[in-house]
């Protein structure tokens, strides 16, 4: 039938494999998605994380996605740590996991359309973020915050770094 036949090409033909797993990833994310959270993190966790660990704070997005999460996660950051009179560094969150190469580099050129921002109050967008046409691109000190690499969670080892903070909302979804 016809899932014998697709076996097939998925066997001849490796790049047929990418466009089923872009087919199956699910991008549904927003800065600040689920206002909530963030402000819980903001208020009540941030502070103290940063003054236990002097400015550096390092935080792993698992499953990134198109790298709405890992840039609120860096602007949170960089919103805390200048409150409490540091200066966060480059490659602090780690935005990885993600097996969609389209969404992965969308994370990389940092620019969205006003529809991502949402939920996000607007002076988190108007601070952290410069307009571009009708979108927004994420600001160069936020950028260098994040590292964005490819890593497939249920076929690579797991990242052993130190992590303060590790977010995974956007893959418990595809585990049961």
Known sequence: GDDAEYMGVLDRKPEEWEKLKDALTINVTRFYRNSETWDRLRQELLPG???????????????????EEPYTIA??????????????????IAARTDIDRESLERARNAVYPQASFLEAPAWFTEKYCERVGESWRVREEIRRMVTITRLD?????????AYDLIFCRNVVIYFD
Do not use: F, K
């Open 75 to 92: 602007m949170l950051c960089a919103e805390a740590a200048a409150a409490a009179g540091h200066d966060m560094g480059e490659g602090q």
């Open 49 to 67: 994380l940063l003054q236990a660990r002097n400015g550096r704070l390092a935080a792993w997005s698992a499953g990134c996605s198109s790298g």
């Open 153 to 161: 969670l249920t076929r690579e080892a797991i990242p052993t770094a």
